[in-house]
């Protein structure tokens, strides 16, 4: 049964920091890309970042480029999205998603999401 869970948001100051995490089951998680998506009020559901099955590729939304890291670590079957430098319009539920592919992120298994939230 497939499993995925998000951890680590909350609410920050413009500038902070804040580290998701995205832990996984009932599939096997070193076959499949893993991508964080977020949707933000009023908007679409849009990606944010992307890594490969075995971590080697990893791809950025053109809005968080520079600021965001993705990563993962197929040992404890994680993955990992450090935000810094974090705006308002970063303000958003985000989504860990297993992806259909290994080396792209097409998704077909969704987390519940976390809530970030980033005001003065």
């Known amino acids: 049964q497939l499993q995925i869970v998000e951890s680590g948001g909350g609410s920050v100051q413009p500038g902070g920091s804040l580290k998701l995490s995205c832990t996984a089951s009932?599939?096997?998680?070193?076959?499949?890309?893993i991508g964080w998506f977020r949707q933000a009020p009023g908007k679409e559901r849009e990606e944010v970042s992307c890594?490969?099955?075995?971590?080697?590729?990893?791809s950025y939304a053109d809005s968080v480029r520079g600021r965001f890291t993705i990563s993962r670590d197929n040992t404890k079957k994680l993955v990992y999205l450090q935000m810094n430098d974090l705006k308002p319009e970063d303000t958003a539920v985000y989504y860990c998603?297993?992806?259909?592919?290994?080396?792209?992120?097409?998704?077909?298994?969704w987390g519940q999401g976390t809530q970030v939230t980033v005001s003065s």
């Open positions: 890594v490969s099955s075995g971590g080697g590729d990893t």
């Open positions: 998603v297993q992806s259909y592919y290994s080396d792209s992120c097409v998704p077909s298994g």
């Open positions: 009932g599939f096997r998680f070193n076959y499949h890309a």
